[in-house]
């Protein structure tokens, strides 16, 4: 059979999902294709590849780009006379299934798709039911019998040539991407972890999943020898390190810079990071962590996103990274349900304060499923059928709520704080003067350079493409990213989004 993976856009980034899926496809026999929305063409694609699936891997601010491809799709299988089968994993349909009925899909993937996917070929190419087979939602079976993927060394390797023969660009960046872990234990109201953890938990199902250090070795070895420009390595894993004693950190720390050596990123909570987490990094070779702030005031740090972490402790945990040299990349997420405008200022301070070598600001995007987008919908801040696609953590608040001027101050801090966390004493009464100016497009700019340079430097140092050109066409997709506005949002004529669907619920 042959697979038409789909994605939004790159961002950067190696999209780990439709990867380890095409290789787990190609280990069955069959032949897979990427289309990348935001890059190419998808109508090109399915007349030169022809395709038997087409498998959607989704993140839920894009479905607007995903309905617009599935609309070429059917016109060609209409045009051509073919039965294709159409289905989508990700998050998107993990914690919005609506998006079944909605795109008229013949299959949704909640959760994990390594055998859900080879199944459902076997399946269409058998001519029977898709019902049944774990984790897929079918129109006629909502309710699915649940898998968790528990052994991750037997899940082959991403395909990296699947990206690499989309977009030959991604080669001229240093960083590969790999997963060592599945899982997040911890229960922050923005995130979908709570939601995944209460979807999938139960009858026995692992939810903390490891590979051995023996396998990850191996997979970053195979990919620096047959893909020489590695130059950094990101673990995509959303916590690198859970527990305090792990058994698993001292045998990777003492093997790694040995076998491996290229210097790495990864994300990690301030709870973590004891004295000894970071020695065994910093002797691993670890030259970034990703370790949130999230909001500058415990009420709404804890009470509000529930992230159980004192001052004191994120106090500690970024000067403990600054003294084994382990550059921090600390955001704090702006706008939050429940607070204001002066919490975000208080967010800005206390992150300067920690001094983080990469301090970034984000607006807060409600995504479907998460606690903290249903309380939202409680407070009155977003309709209960509220749309979520195209929601950005790039641009203005979709709360209700804010006044046209907050909303603007809000923004701008995101793009300026970094800039000023930066800046020294004297310089900080100037940003109070340009927070409310409405001039949010130039200050996008201005951000969009500061955490490229910040990013470039400090967070992935030497990865960066090598080569003019190839710097020059990263700077511009970073401002391409960074510098989109919603123009409704921007004038104030539309500050909430018209309703599409029903909110799902991720406990069906
Ligand atoms: C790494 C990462 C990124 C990377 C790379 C993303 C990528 N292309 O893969 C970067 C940094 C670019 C990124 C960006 C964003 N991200 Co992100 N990201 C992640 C993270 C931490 C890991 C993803 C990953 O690689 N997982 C490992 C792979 C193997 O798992 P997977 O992709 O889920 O795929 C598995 C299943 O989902 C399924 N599957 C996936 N696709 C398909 C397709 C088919 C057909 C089938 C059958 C199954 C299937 O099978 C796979 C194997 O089990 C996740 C959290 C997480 N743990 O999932 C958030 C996450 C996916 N991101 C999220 C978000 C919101 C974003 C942003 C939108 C944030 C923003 N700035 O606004 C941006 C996207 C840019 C934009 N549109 O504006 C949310 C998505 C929530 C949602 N409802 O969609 C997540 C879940 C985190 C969260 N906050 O809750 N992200
Ligand atoms: S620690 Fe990170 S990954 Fe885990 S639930 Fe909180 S935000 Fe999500």
Same mark, same amino acid.
């Given at each position: 059979?042959?697979? !038409? ?22 280990? &069955? ?28 891997? &989704? ?22 006379? %073919? ?21 008229? *899909?013949?299959?949704?993937? @909640? ?5 859900? #996917? ?5 399946? +269409? ?26 052994? =991750? ?13 989309? @977009? ?18 911890? /229960? ?31 997979? #970053? ?30 045998? +990777?720390?003492?093997?790694?810079? /040995?076998?491996?050596?290229?210097? +790495? ?21 670890? /030259?970034?962590?990703? $370790? ?12 509000? =996103? ?10 500690? @945990? +970024?000067? !403990?990274?600054?003294?084994?040299? #382990? ?7 702006? &706008? ?100 409310? *100016? ?9 951000? &969009? ?16 493409? %090598?080569?003019?050109?190839?710097? *020059?066409?990263? #700077? ?5 990213? $960074?510098?989109?506005?919603? /123009? ?7 500050? $909430? ?12």
């Amino acid at each position: 059979m042959r697979v !038409l993976f789909v994605i939004a856009d790159l961002y950067f980034s190696e999209p780990l999902g439709a990867m380890v899926l095409s290789g787990v496809c190609r280990n &069955a026999g069959h032949r897979t294709k990427l289309a990348i929305l935001e890059k190419q063409d998808i109508a090109n694609l399915l007349e030169d590849f022809s395709p038997d699936v087409i498998a959607y891997s &989704a993140m839920t601010p894009d479905e607007h780009l995903f309905i617009k491809a599935d609309a070429a799709v059917r016109r060609w299988a209409l045009h051509n006379n %073919r039965r294709v089968l159409r289905i989508m994993g990700g998050a998107h349909p993990t914690y919005f299934p609506d998006v079944l009925r909605k795109m008229n *899909l013949d299959a949704i993937c @909640a959760g994990d798709g390594e055998n859900a #996917i080879v199944r459902v070929i076997d399946a +269409f190419v058998e001519g029977k039911p898709l019902e049944g087979i774990p984790n897929i939602i079918t129109p006629s079976q909502p309710n699915f019998i649940k898998e968790v993927v528990e052994d =991750m060394d037997a899940v082959p390797y991403a395909d990296r040539d699947l990206i690499y023969d989309a @977009a030959p660009e991604m080669l001229d960046h240093g960083i590969r991407s790999f997963l060592t872990q599945k899982g997040c234990p911890y /229960k922050c109201t923005y995130c979908f972890n709570h939601a995944y953890n209460r979807m999938f938990k139960g009858d026995g199902r692992k939810i903390m999943r490891r590979r051995s250090v023996d396998d990850l070795i191996t997979e #970053i070895k195979d990919v620096a020898q047959r893909y020489p420009v590695a130059r950094f390595v990101r673990f995509a894993d959303d916590v690198f390190v859970v527990n305090k004693e792990d058994e698993w950190l001292e045998e +990777f720390a003492e093997r790694y810079p /040995k076998e491996v050596g290229l210097p +790495f990123y990864c994300l990690i909570r301030c709870n973590a990071l004891t004295e000894n987490v970071a020695r065994l990094l910093q002797k691993a070779g670890c /030259k970034s962590i990703g $370790m949130s702030i999230e909001a500058g005031s415990e009420r709404v740090r804890n009470d509000i =996103m529930k992230r159980n972490m004192p001052d004191a402790m994120m106090k500690k @945990a +970024f000067e !403990l990274a600054r003294q084994y040299r #382990i550059n921090a990349w600390g955001n704090s997420i702006l &706008a939050a349900p429940g607070t204001t405008f002066a919490d975000d200022m208080e967010s800005f301070y206390f992150a300067r304060s920690l001094n983080a070598a990469c301090p970034t600001f984000s607006i807060f995007a409600p995504f479907p499923g998460t606690d903290l987008t249903k309380q939202a919908v409680k407070l009155g801040l977003l309709d209960e059928n509220f749309d979520f696609s195209a929601v950005s953590c790039w641009d203005y608040s979709v709360l209700r709520g804010y006044t046209q001027k907050e909303r603007i101050m809000q923004t701008n801090l995101a793009y300026l704080g970094q800039l000023f966390c930066k800046l020294p004493n004297f310089a900080q009464p100037l940003l109070k003067v340009l927070l409310p *100016l409405p001039i949010t497009r130039l200050y996008k700019v201005i951000g &969009a350079l500061a955490m490229s340079y910040l990013l470039g430097t400090k967070v992935f140092p030497g990865a960066q493409p %090598r080569g003019l050109l190839a710097l *020059l066409r990263a #700077i511009k997709t970073a401002l391409k990213y $960074m510098t989109t506005i919603n /123009k409704e949002r921007e004038t104030g004529t539309s500050q $909430m989004r018209t309703p599409a669907v029903g909110l799902a619920s991720p406990d069906y």
